[in-house]
């Protein structure tokens, strides 16, 4: 079909399309942009100037007395404010109420019969006649205008973080059973209501079904209070990793069972016919011919479930704890922020560090994902 025949709706479906994807790319873009500023300029400009100067206000302190030098019978104070990060001072001030009061290049006097003078590049001077007395420097304020900069300081910040290390290979330790438990378990309760009659089946479908608008908030307390009191009677601990895979198992099983189930009931039943007539059980049918089919269905799964339990930080703090030992990666990269949560330059190089490990699982499986998703939601039986 060409350009010229294409209807009405088919071009609203590709705008709609393509008003998703920059919806979706543009903040990931900003995002990584934002990480990779300089800290300052991040904190005063978007990432939308990132290639355009910004100007910035500042306040500097001048060396103390102790550091002048006679010259030609006066005293001089010299320093640069801009202090080798490049850039352009547009004006200066001396005083918190008029930081703006003189362009660079002109002369300031002081209270005290100093003389201040700023320079486009940063460099001052403090000039007297007499001997400048006192312990602390005179206080500069000035704007200046700012080039682009780009820096992997951000990152280096975040990696070199005390216990990034070990917060890793514990998001891991959570993912990866947690991702895998519950497809195992998913997939044989998936082939029985797909493929095996038995009393009750229409009710297990529509109980499955109802579980998947439990949200998880409502039922995490019920469900911690069950595993401790289990727990207490054989004498397992409260935080373990056995007890965090357990419930990302149980919030994952219900969107599991339903996905495979039916992917699995669209299967062919003369492929099932023809292998029970060879004498096949169904455990047999299940591992040699349903599970090498629905791989689709599977990574599909995989796929929501590792990225579920990767970024997961709420249902961690509750099952595993929130010490040295046992906190996952977005945990820590939390604790990295502060209390007060400023530090961006921080959160958008965090970002970026945790969604790797995902974007690896997202692009080894992607393919199988739009097709394993629509066939186990148009097809059922």
Excluded: C
């Amino acid at each position: 079909m060409n350009a010229s025949k294409r209807s009405p709706l088919t071009w609203a479906v590709h705008l709609a399309v393509l008003l998703l994807v920059l919806l979706w790319t543009l903040p990931t873009a900003g995002l990584l942009i934002s990480s990779l500023r300089d800290k300052d300029q991040l904190a005063v400009s978007g990432w939308w100037t990132a290639l355009s100067t910004s100007s910035r206000n500042d306040v500097a302190r001048a060396p103390s007395p102790e550091n002048q030098v006679e010259r030609d019978g006066t005293f001089v104070i010299t320093g640069n404010l801009l202090q080798g990060q490049g850039g352009e001072v547009t004006a200066f001030g001396f005083s918190s109420r008029e930081p703006t009061a003189f362009d660079p290049g002109e002369t300031a006097e002081l209270n005290d019969g100093e003389r201040l003078t700023v320079q486009a590049d940063g460099s001052f001077e403090i000039v007297s006649d007499t001997r400048m007395e006192g312990s602390r420097g005179q206080r500069i304020f000035f704007t200046a205008s700012m080039p682009p900069r780009f820096t992997l300081e951000n990152y280096g910040e975040v990696l070199s973080a005390a216990g990034i290390g070990r917060s890793f290979i514990n998001s891991l330790t959570v993912a990866v059973p947690s991702t895998v438990i519950p497809i195992l378990i998913a997939a044989f309760a998936a082939y029985a209501l797909a493929w095996m009659p038995f009393p009750g089946r229409a009710i297990l479908i529509a109980v499955v079904v109802g579980l998947l608008v439990v949200p998880l908030q409502m039922s995490l307390i019920p469900l911690l209070r069950l595993y401790n009191d289990v727990g207490a009677f054989l004498g397992v601990p409260a935080k373990t990793y056995m007890g965090i895979w357990l419930a990302h198992t149980g919030f994952g099983l219900p969107l599991a069972i339903y996905l495979l189930r039916n992917y699995m009931a669209g299967l062919p039943r003369e492929i099932m016919e023809s292998a029970r007539v060879d004498g096949a059980s169904d455990f047999d049918i299940f591992v040699k011919i349903i599970l090498p089919l629905s791989f689709p269905a599977l990574a599909s799964f995989a796929i929501f479930q590792f990225l579920w339990t990767w970024n997961d930080l709420l249902v961690a703090i509750v099952f595993l704890g929130a010490g040295n030992d046992q906190l996952v990666l977005t945990g820590r990269l939390v604790n990295l922020l502060g209390s007060r949560g400023g530090n961006w330059e921080i959160l958008t190089a965090s970002a970026f560090i945790t969604i790797v490990v995902p974007l690896i699982v997202f692009f080894a499986l992607q393919r199988y994902l739009v097709r394993g998703l629509l066939a186990g939601s148009v097809k059922g039986g």
